[in-house]
């Protein structure tokens, strides 16, 4: 296959290793992946993209007979630095082909260019602009990674997303060593590095769902019922609408057949003679369940904390420019909600290096020990009883 100049395409094991071989004489190897999960349930990697000091590569995960155990020897070997660009996706990917491990160690630069203040959730492409002075491709940008061949420009797209990595990574860490952040970055990090983010629990999969009711034997139905699901999705690797959507699993919920007659007048479901089984037999169970093994409905979701909140807003904006760090990496919505409401809200902005640079500014607001006023046009805290907060 055609590959741009500064890049090569590796499908075969022996290439693969050898080019790891080298890589992992590097302090640091930028990785980036593009993956399809369209029609599959566990997300289909494609292609992997890694580049160090000297070269870039793109291996076609998708290569018969490839082997691939190399590439997941440096994802774990500790001496080699793996950077990442919102790294989310591609760990869950790793998660997975390592058996429940991460790659180690790990540095996100979307998560470094919010706690140096480049904004929340800043893109690649904006960063290699604001820091590199470079412009990217957008060109490829949707693209089905799983064919074969890829085009000439589709390889330049994905080599480009790590090609300048390790320089972003460079000015990132510049910044963080000056403003002295090192501590909140090694924070961040070990959140995005807690295993039990990438675990997908079948027992769990019930709290993404829009209940319909607080009646606890409704809640059982739809706990048992998403967990059914999520197996039967995750061993067939499809997508979990495709064994049975959202609405049509609260519907079964709510109607509760008990024999195949009363599951088949249900129109709008269709399962297989297998899955019918499966769903009367799990439904009859949990209608035998007595009442304390049901789940007790969900906490009711954060209201509105009223004139508190606006104010913990303007604080929370305020204290993100004057240490230039992201806003919403120090609190959440919920966060402000729950600050506002609860007596001691057990949240992220209340713990870490948030609670100093934020946290107990936010407390002493809602105490009323502390005011927001402006001075030249600029917002100032006042201490309570000053003049100027009277």
Do not use: N
């Not at 492409?125 to 490829?140: H, I």
């Not at 860490?173 to 000056?178: L, Q, T, V």
């Not at 769990?204 to 019922?225: P, T």
């Amino acid at each position: 296959m055609s590959v741009p100049k500064g890049g090569h395409w590796i499908d075969r094991s022996r290439e693969l290793a050898d080019w790891i071989g080298r890589a992992r004489e590097e302090p640091c190897v930028a990785v980036d992946t593009e993956f399809m999960r369209e029609r599959t349930y566990w997300p289909r990697l494609c292609l992997v993209q890694l580049a160090t000091s000297r070269e870039a590569v793109v291996v076609d995960a998708l290569a018969p007979g490839l082997d691939l155990g190399p590439l997941l020897e440096l994802m774990a070997d500790e001496r080699v630095l793996k950077v990442f660009h919102a790294a989310r996706q591609d760990l869950e990917i790793f998660h997975r082909l390592m058996g429940g491990r991460l790659p180690s160690p790990v540095f996100d630069t979307q998560i470094a260019a919010m706690v140096v203040g480049l904004g929340d959730a800043v893109s690649y492409e904006s960063l290699v602009a604001r820091l590199l002075g470079r412009k990217l491709e957008k060109g490829a940008r949707v693209t089905d990674w799983s064919r074969r061949p890829l085009s000439e420009a589709q390889i330049r797209y994905a080599l480009a997303d790590v090609v300048h990595l390790r320089d972003v990574y460079d000015r990132l860490c510049e910044r963080i060593r000056a403003l002295g952040r090192e501590s909140w970055m090694a924070e961040e990090l070990a959140q995005l590095l807690d295993p039990a983010r990438y675990r997908a629990l079948p027992e769990e999969a019930w709290q993404r769902l829009k209940l319909r009711s607080k009646d606890r034997r409704y809640l059982g139905l739809v706990r048992e019922l998403a967990a059914w699901r999520e197996r039967r999705a995750q061993q067939r690797d499809v997508p979990r609408g495709h064994v049975l959507r959202d609405d049509l699993l609260l519907e079964l919920a709510s109607v509760r057949p008990q024999d195949a007659s009363a599951l088949r007048a249900l129109d709008r479901i269709r399962l297989d003679p297998e899955a019918m089984r499966e769903v009367l037999a799990l439904i009859r169970k949990v209608m035998a369940l007595p009442e304390d093994a049901l789940p007790d409905p969900p906490p009711e979701p954060v209201r509105d904390g009223g004139p508190l909140v606006d104010l913990l807003k303007v604080l929370l904006k305020h204290c993100a420019r004057e240490h230039r760090v992201a806003a919403r990496l120090i609190a959440t919505g919920e966060d402000l909600e729950r600050i506002a409401q609860e007596p001691e809200p057990d949240v992220p902005a209340l713990r870490g290096w948030r609670r100093t640079l934020f946290g107990d500014q936010a407390l002493a607001l809602k105490r009323g020990e502390i005011a927001l006023a402006l001075e030249g046009g600029r917002l100032v805290l006042l201490p309570r009883g000053s003049p100027k907060a009277a």
